[in-house]
């Protein structure tokens, strides 16, 4: 079999979705999968609704999920122009090509593609005319997930519209023959665009491609597919998020896929080993964002030490938080080692963290009322302010074991000084262990805080 070629092919016409995002992934799986050419085609003829600002946002989101493309813009290859906007001479040639044939008629300033058959009148109750139908058979679609579909197209469209712009049909059919596209791997929104495109690709006398539809994505809550105005659709929101791409296409791959078992954090050199369209479920798939949140966990928690740290840099890099956090990269590096188990996102960080890099942090009210409302909350203030000259803070076990010395002469229990000084030193009752905190601040750091809370109740 001659090698396989596949396409994404976009309309800079808005923000990247998730949508579309997975469609890449779906082709340049296959691609790779096969030993393939994943090729990057820009449907931009239409001029009022495309813009360059998409475009950037198309090739960063694809650069960014790590989809390289073969060939196309920026890269090029030997079938190029891979902008449909530079592509007229294309179009004209294969224009000529079906007048030759006797495929096409002007009506109306505009170029109709004629189907082959019997012409006859009737009134279309639902558009309220009469039309010209053709007496054909169904035109029937082999497609890779949806199996055997057949539809009826039985009017002659245009391929030219009277401005003479080239429709979309036209274009997409002559950019699939004359870049060799052997499989076409999109959306179901197009099946119902398929039967054209096969007359077509037969008008041309050019062998019809694979056609592969995958199912839609809904959006998580309720009916209906995933919109680009829906919360999370936007592929440059994760990004901005600080969402870890491989987390991100990983979560993609399993949106109408699965590696029939029930495994879900994969490597993507396994999921390109088993990746077949005919896998592919024919049901929707739904959006889920508690499930993606789930897979960055879990990509957060198996990355190594330092490119944690070196990712959370990047992050904070962009976040107002950062100019504190990175003006003490020790501390910073400590911090982040701490948080990497805890978090589900980098997003969490600044919240998460802030106590750590700044003196001036807030004291959550609820959790304060709640713990200094003991009245011996300030008597265990003042104990472990006392003992802390004298305690070891180079480690964890160290501090737990004077901490808990400290206790045991006051016949309490470790538990009884955790709260109070929790609250002292980050103001809330969750987070790292105590020790760590302590350990991490040092102790003149901690000596404030916890003179700090005394003097504040
Ligand atoms: N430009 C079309 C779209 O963005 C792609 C059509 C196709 O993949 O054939 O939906």
Redesign the pocket.
């Known amino acids: 079999m001659s090698q396989v070629r596949v ?5 800079p016409t808005g923000f990247f979705h998730i949508g ?1 995002a997975r ?1 890449a992934l779906f082709n340049w799986l296959y691609a790779r999968h096969t030993g393939g050419v994943f090729i990057l085609r820009i ?1 931009d003829t239409d001029k009022e609704r495309n813009s360059e600002q998409f475009l950037n946002v198309i090739y960063d989101s694809l650069r960014w999920l790590g989809l390289n493309w073969d060939e196309g813009p920026l890269v090029g290859g030997a079938f190029g122009p891979y902008r449909q906007s530079e592509r007229a001479s294309v179009y004209s040639e294969y224009l000529q090509k079906l007048k030759t044939a006797g495929r096409t008629y002007e009506k109306d300033g505009a170029v109709w593609f004629k189907l082959l058959g019997e012409r006859y009148e009737v009134y279309d109750e639902h558009r309220k005319k009469t039309v010209t139908k053709v007496k054909v058979a169904p035109t029937a679609i082999e497609d890779q997930i949806r199996g055997h579909v057949e539809r009826l197209e039985d009017e002659d469209f245009v391929i030219v519209r009277s401005d003479g712009n080239p429709v ?1 049909h036209f274009v ?1 059919v002559v950019d ?1 023959i004359a870049m060799q596209i052997t499989h ?4 179901e ?2 099946l119902s ?1 398929t039967s054209k ?1 096969v007359e077509l690709f037969k008008a041309f006398g050019a062998p019809v491609p694979a056609f592969a539809h995958i199912p839609l994505i809904l959006k998580q809550n309720g009916p209906g597919k995933m919109s680009k105005r829906d919360q999370g659709a936007l592929i440059e929101e994760y990004q901005k998020r600080g969402f870890l791409p491989e987390a991100l296409v990983n979560f993609l791959c399993l949106l109408g896929w699965n590696p029939k078992d029930d495994r879900e954090k994969m490597l993507i050199s396994d999921v390109i080993e088993l990746f077949d369209l005919p896998g592919v479920n024919q049901s929707n798939a739904r959006f889920d964002e508690k499930k993606l949140a789930h897979m960055n966990m879990a990509y957060l928690l198996a990355l190594p030490t330092e490119r944690f740290v070196a990712e959370a840099k990047l992050f904070f890099q962009k976040h107002p938080a950062g100019v504190a956090a990175l003006a003490q990269p020790e501390v910073f590096r400590e911090v982040m080692l701490l948080a990497q188990p805890k978090i589900k996102g980098f997003e969490e960080l600044p919240a998460y963290t802030g106590y750590f890099f700044n003196e001036d942090f807030v004291l959550d009210p609820k959790v304060k009322d709640k713990v200094m409302a003991k009245p011996e909350a300030k008597t265990r203030l003042g104990e472990l302010i006392a003992a802390l000259p004298s305690m070891d803070l180079s480690n964890d076990s160290a501090i737990e074991e004077a901490i808990k010395h400290l206790a045991t002469s006051n016949s309490l229990g470790f538990g009884d000084y955790q709260a109070v000084a929790r609250l002292a030193v980050s103001g809330t009752n969750a987070g790292p262990s105590i020790t760590s905190i302590f350990r991490v601040l040092g102790r003149t750091r901690v000596e404030q805080r916890l003179s700090r809370l005394l003097a504040l109740s």
Request: no cysteine; hydrophobic share 25%.
């Open positions: 396409r994404f092919a976009p309309s579309s469609t449907e979309f997409n699939d076409v791997i999109r959306g929104d197009h665009n495109h």
